[in-house]
Nanobody, 122 residues
């Protein structure tokens, strides 16, 4: 069982950048698909990005601005967020999936972190 722990959230002005990190403890980190989701106040949790061994997937709303990467030697996944907008404000969650194919459904991810707050001011 992989247990993700997020860090790196904070307050940033619109147009700025942040990098989120997700450290995952447990065995077999490198066989998991890792993903990022976010939940804004009053809204449902939504898919942001995911990464497998060689593939990445992004929500249309962040494509071209966010980059997901992983360092299996460090058991860490990153989400580099550039050109941030106020609508990116949300709690960001890291999650692990035992699947071999990236799917955007929350039900495909079995382990979740506690979340980290990202606030983008206008």
């Amino acid at each position: 069982q992989v247990q993700p722990v997020e860090s790196g959230g904070g307050l940033v002005q619109a147009g700025g950048s942040l990098r989120l990190s997700c450290s995952a403890s447990g065995r077999a980190f490198d066989v998991h698909i890792m993903g990022w989701f976010r939940q804004a106040p009053g809204k449902e949790r939504e898919f942001v990005a995911a990464i497998s061994w060689s593939t990445t997937d992004y929500a249309d709303s962040v494509k071209g601005r966010f980059t997901i990467s992983r360092d299996d030697a460090k058991n860490t996944v990153y989400l580099q967020m550039n050109s941030l907008k106020p609508e990116d404000t949300a709690v960001y969650y890291c999650a692990a999936s035992p699947s071999i194919t990236i799917r955007r459904s929350m039900t495909d991810f079995s382990s979740w972190g506690q979340g980290t707050q990202v606030t983008v001011s206008s």
